[in-house]
């Protein structure tokens, strides 16, 4: 059986190669095109006839959109939204462009009727707040026109899409299937920021905020035994670190290990979001003890529970905070079967280091001296004109090292002496840019926002802890291990949300 689930497992991924940035839009958009004719001849009448079918495509979506909108006979309304689930997925990417931003402006609410009820409720006189006991009921009887007016505001001021998502919802595949259209709303806005279809995307996401609400997830501890669909999935979506092999996979599901996901019944199969697990005696400094040494220690031994990975599998959920409330239930699962297991930590890439660094390092080069902000305190430039000799040239410090973290070849890490001189600035530089560096009052790192405003502290941040391509692109190699901290976690959640307060241990403090 094992035999035949890692063949299957092998051959689906090499016949689908996944990608992590690879949406499910752009998947689905494989599918807009009709196949060839035998001949394989085009013409102009051919041309013709292929322009034609994809209007009349385009217009029996819409109408099927329609019916599935004003229709209330359920067995024609199934049929409706079977037709435009369908009907959606054979249509060119322009063509669900032009489709989303109809449901966006025709089937809004009605602001006229809004405008209206709003002058009604306006032109009401309150009645007197200072009236006896014994008046009350006549009272109650001159708030009938506010309850009558409010009442019709609330039904106004819901767009008519929100019937198609609600039937959309309660129907078999529609979860997924929203999923997919807000994924291709958010293609669509990345493009074109209409105003529109933003309030179509800001009112389908409130929806699945609601429908993919905890009560509504279930927790799955996934394991080699599972179907090799779904560990196809966990190869698929794996986005912090690639999964390079079937022995790659099962040593992540297996001894000192565990993996996470949340699923939906309306989605069987299929995790929402997967968080990988490291079970460890002291929290991991390097990815790469937790990814490819072996053998993994005895369970029995294990203190902490390291989350060294998270991914979503849906990008149509992005922005919907799942792994908050997934990060919490497994901190609650481990605690109960595993009661030894007291530190809760992670192992986390700092995706947006690099590029602040060099952006930085470039603007400050543009400056005028008088302006410009030295990176490097004086001995750490004088170490790095020396170190780097061989290497680069340039006229300062700043320049070196914008010259050596820029290289695709990064060939300062080939060298012990070039490393250990860049160590100690880029180590206070990524704890600068950790605690201090922000965005709307938030951290700017994304990774550190996420664990941030889930209730975790900055720990420890870790050298050349991510040897690979990525991990020395994008943060020259640093991780950063953020704790969770059971009994701190609601407060840091809170002070961070409140006022951007970034909790921090003292050894990461003492680099600033």
């Known amino acids: 059986m094992n035999k035949k689930k890692a063949l299957s497992i092998l051959m689906r991924t090499k016949m689908h190669p996944p990608s992590p940035t690879t949406t499910t839009a752009n998947i689905m958009n494989h599918m807009q095109f009709p196949p060839l004719d035998a001949d394989n001849k085009a013409s102009s009448s051919s041309s013709l006839d292929a322009s034609t079918s994809f209007h009349v495509d385009f217009v029996r979506v819409k109408e099927s ?8 006979k359920i067995e024609i309304l199934d049929a409706a939204l079977d037709d435009f689930s369908e009907g959606y997925f054979g249509l060119s990417n322009e063509n669900r462009r032009v489709l989303l931003l109809t449901l966006a402006t025709q089937y809004d609410l009605n602001r006229k009727q809004v405008r209206e009820l709003m002058k009604q409720y306006l032109g009401l006189d309150l009645p007197n707040g200072d009236e006896s006991v014994e008046n009350m009921h006549e009272g109650e009887g001159s708030f009938s026109s506010f309850y009558r007016i409010e009442r019709n505001l609330r039904h106004s001021l819901k767009p008519m899409y929100e019937v198609l998502f609600e039937r959309l919802n309660t129907h078999p595949g529609g979860l997924r299937f929203l999923s997919i259209m807000r994924a291709d709303i958010l293609s669509f806005l990345a493009d074109e920021n209409i105003a529109s ?3 179509l995307d800001s009112y389908l996401k409130e929806k699945l905020i609601t429908w993919l609400s905890p009560a509504n997830l279930q927790l799955h501890n996934i394991t080699w035994d599972d179907p090799a669909s779904l560990l196809e999935k966990i190869v698929a979506y794996e986005a912090v670190h690639p999964i390079s092999n079937l022995l790659d996979l099962k040593r992540r599901l297996g001894i000192g290990r565990r993996c996470f996901g949340y699923l939906h019944p309306a989605i069987p199969g299929e995790p929402l979001i997967f968080i990988e697990v490291a079970l460890m005696k002291n929290v991991a400094q390097t990815i790469q003890e937790v990814l490819w040494d072996e053998p993994p220690m005895p369970e029995s031994e294990a203190t902490c529970a390291l989350f060294y990975s998270i991914s979503s599998t849906q990008p149509g959920l992005s922005g919907i905070n799942l792994g908050k409330f997934l990060i919490k239930r497994v901190i609650d699962v481990v605690r109960r079967d595993m009661p030894k297991i007291t530190t809760f930590a992670t192992l986390s890439p700092i995706p947006g280091y690099m590029q602040w660094l ?3 390092l470039a603007s400050i080069e543009r400056c005028d001296s008088t302006f410009r902000e030295n990176l490097l305190k004086p001995e750490e430039e004088t170490a790095l004109l020396g170190a780097a000799k061989e290497y680069t040239t340039g006229k300062n410090g700043m320049e070196v090292m914008c010259n050596l973290l820029s290289s695709s070849s990064h060939d300062w890490t080939k060298s012990d002496e070039l490393s250990l001189v860049l160590k100690t600035p880029l180590m206070r530089l990524c704890a600068r840019y950790l605690l201090e560096e922000k965005k709307r009052g938030k951290a700017l ?22 040897r690979s391509e990525k991990g020395l692109k994008q943060s ?3 991780m950063v291990n953020y704790i969770y901290k059971v009994e701190n976690i609601e407060e840091n959640a809170h002070s961070y949300f409140s006022e951007g307060q970034i909790q921090a241990s003292d050894e ?5």
């Open 358 to 360: 060099l952006a930085k």
């Open 65 to 72: 959109m329609h019916n599935a909108i004003s229709m209330n």
């Open 476 to 478: 020259a190699g640093i």
């Open 197 to 199: 279809v933003r309030a």
């Open 508 to 512: 990461v403090r003492t680099y600033i």
């Open 445 to 466: 790192d994304s990774v550190g926002n996420f664990h941030l405003q889930n209730g975790a502290m900055v720990g420890r941040i870790n050298w050349m802890a991510d």
